[in-house]
T-cell receptor, first 110, second 120 residues
Framework: EDKVVQSPLSLVVHEGDTVTLNCSYEVTNFRSLLWYKQEKKAPTFLFMLTSSGIEKKSGRLSSILDKKELFSILNITATQTGDSAVYLCVNQGGSEKLVFGKGTKLTVNP | DAGVIQSPRHEVTEMGQEVTLRCKPISGHDYLFWYRQTMMRGLELLIYFNNNVPIDDSGMPEDRFSAKMPNASFSTLKIQPSEPRDSAVYFC??????????????????FGAGSRLTVL
């Protein structure tokens, strides 16, 4: 059965810290891995990763995929209180369904 | 495009009542998904449609849940009768055909704002 496991489940840091969120997956016929950010509303898209070793960057956020070891990481540097959210890792496999991880709840304190 | 539109945003009802949640996907998106989110279980896929046809409803909890998509621009999720354990946020999402990853991110799953259901 396809599954996505995120760690840690919860993380509390101070503004300015750097955080690394982890996502490991098992999926049949991997197609892509996506990261979403969810605040008190619907998840919003961050990154889509399809190839190993190619870093995607958007401001202070970056992500990379390792298809051999079946994991991805999401890095956030110089965290701000606005980064507080649940970060979801999503895997697209051979079927049309998408498999979601449980999410990592990040809290950034001032 | 206004994005995926869901209604109602909030619904409070009593156990045993019928609940109908509505969704308008993004125009041109072939896929429509209904998800349920709770603290305990995270995001769970209930059912999804491709070109208005239900493809997989294995995530629908039980016969009390039903979903329809009468046309490309409208879908409903109905719970009858509702129970307190159905309390959750229900998200509708749509996407274009997802077998072709788009590095730009344009062809990805887009969520509606969600419908928060409370069953007393």
């Amino acid at each position: 059965e396809d599954k996505v496991v995120q760690s840690p489940l919860s993380l509390v840091v101070h503004e300015g810290d750097t955080v690394t969120l982890n996502c490991s997956y098992e999926v049949t016929n991997f197609r892509s891995l996506l990261w979403y950010k969810q605040e008190k509303k619907a998840p919003t898209f961050l990154f889509m990763l399809t190839s190993s070793g190619i870093e995607k960057k958007s401001g202070r956020l970056s992500s990379i995929l390792d298809k051999k070891e079946l994991f991805s990481i999401l890095n956030i540097t110089a965290t701000q209180t606005g980064d507080s959210a649940v970060y979801l890792c999503v895997n697209q496999g051979g079927s049309e369904k998408l498999v979601f991880g449980k999410g990592t709840k990040l809290t950034v304190n001032p | 495009d206004a994005g995926v539109i869901q209604s109602p945003r909030h619904e409070v009802t009593e156990m045993g009542q019928e609940v109908t949640l509505r969704c308008k996907p993004i125009s041109g998106h072939d896929y429509l998904f209904w998800y349920r989110q709770t603290m305990m279980r995270g995001l769970e896929l209930l059912i999804y449609f491709n070109n208005n046809v239900p493809i997989d409803d294995s995530g629908m909890p039980e016969d009390r849940f039903s979903a329809k998509m009468p046309n490309a621009s409208f879908s409903t999720l109905k719970i009858q009768p509702s129970e307190p354990r159905d309390s959750a946020v229900y998200f509708c999402a749509s996407s274009p055909p997802i077998f072709v990853p788009a590095p730009s991110g344009a062809n990805v799953l887009t969520f509606g704002a969600g419908s928060r259901l409370t069953v007393l």
